[in-house]
């Protein structure tokens, strides 16, 4: 093997370990491949789930080439031959291999082939494909194991560059969840907190009307304050492991328990995680977290208790505290926006105060 060819191997080797960004080390790898083969044209094509041709990135042929194209390789021919079949592969001309199935229109001719599979450990990643080497000669017993080097040193490279994103990905998370603590543990629970000491000051009967109203309003504030910090929390959470939504109701009661004097209980019946996904489990959310919102803001009770009922035909809510008791005829918003969702959805929502004291409310949706 000529010393040059070793030089430029050792060089490429060295340039796919830098690591400094995976494709453009990909792109320079196929680079590095026609120059040391001798080839004209040069590609690289991973493998997608499917078992077709992905990321396929290509040197040699110009851009002006490529729009005349009528297709690029989608893992049929050889290069689909070798996603089954991953063996080097030297082929001149291509056309007499048993799998060629010829080129689309506008494909540049070609007639020697080198193939090399990419193995990360015990996976196939995908095929270093090299036509035409240059002189019209074969592709050598010499090239394919240059080639086959760097097929080796790029599939350590992307298996390390894979071990990188992981770690990233890692540490994203890991800091997306202290985020998402500090802001339940250091700013709803304070704000909550605040909330509900307001709360009592409106009780007050010599507080002067003037002032319940600034009070009322900075309470509206808080509550919204309160709810957006909580959507961002979620929202942190959601993205760190796509949790069920038996955890997020559980994770929003055990939050209001930490906040709130009260004892609240939940009772969940029926396939809550395999029927409440998507659109429905998020309407579901909502509507619970306002309906126990209602409850802390207005019963003075002591005890709620929520059960979430999903059946064949529909999923129901009950909410129920041991309170005053809920006021028939006084306007709240909270409780015309329950009722708007649930006959979006072709339910219905309705509250009652009971007779030994305290309210029930009952949010229906039909399947």
């Not at 909330?195 to 808080?222: F, H, M």
């Not at 126990?292 to 809510?317: F, M, P, R, T």
Request: hydrophobic content about 40%; overall charge negative.
């Amino acid at each position: 093997m000529a010393p040059s060819r070793l030089t430029s191997l050792s060089e490429a080797v060295i340039d796919i370990a830098k690591g400094e960004d995976l494709r453009a080390s990909l792109r320079r790898l196929v680079e590095n491949a026609v120059a040391i083969s001798g080839a004209t044209y040069g590609a690289l094509g991973a493998i997608a789930k499917d078992g077709s041709l992905e990321e396929f990135t290509y040197v040699g042929i110009s851009e002006e080439t490529a729009d005349e194209m009528a297709s690029f390789p989608e893992g049929k021919g050889l290069l689909g031959h070798l996603l089954t079949h991953p063996t080097t592969l030297r082929v001149n001309p291509i056309s007499s291999h048993p799998a060629s199935v010829g080129f689309p229109s506008g494909h540049p001719a070609m007639s020697s082939f080198l193939g090399v599979p990419i193995r990360i450990r015990d996976e196939i990643y995908g095929s270093l494909y090299l036509t035409e080497k240059r002189g019209g000669e074969d592709f050598t017993e010499e090239d394919e194991q240059l080639v086959s080097a760097l097929a080796s040193a790029a599939g350590v490279a992307i298996d390390n560059a894979r071990g990188q994103e992981a770690q990233h990905r890692v540490i994203v998370l890991a800091e997306r969840e202290r985020i998402a603590q500090d802001l339940h543990d250091l700013v709803v629970q304070r704000l909550f907190a605040t909330g509900l000491s307001l709360q009592a000051i409106t009780k007050d009967p010599k507080l002067p009307v003037r002032d319940l109203e600034r009070v009322r309003e900075a309470i509206d504030n808080l509550d919204s304050t309160v709810q957006q910090i909580r959507n961002t929390v979620f929202a942190l959470q959601d993205r760190m492991g796509g949790r069920t939504l038996r955890a997020r109701i559980q994770d929003e009661i055990n939050s209001l328990r930490s906040s709130s004097p009260m004892n609240i209980s939940c009772e969940f019946n029926g396939s809550i995680d395999t029927v409440l996904v998507g659109d429905i489990a998020e309407q579901i959310f909502a509507v619970l977290r306002e309906l126990l919102s209602n409850a802390i803001k207005h019963s003075n009770a002591q005890n709620v208790e929520v059960q979430l009922i999903c059946l064949i035909s529909g999923c129901e809510i009950r909410v129920t505290d041991d309170g005053v008791g809920f006021e028939d005829g006084v306007p709240r918003s909270g409780l015309l926006n329950l009722a708007t969702r649930a006959e979006k959805l072709n339910g219905s929502f309705e509250i009652n105060k009971l007779g030994m004291g305290g309210t029930r409310a009952i949010w229906k949706v039909r399947f």
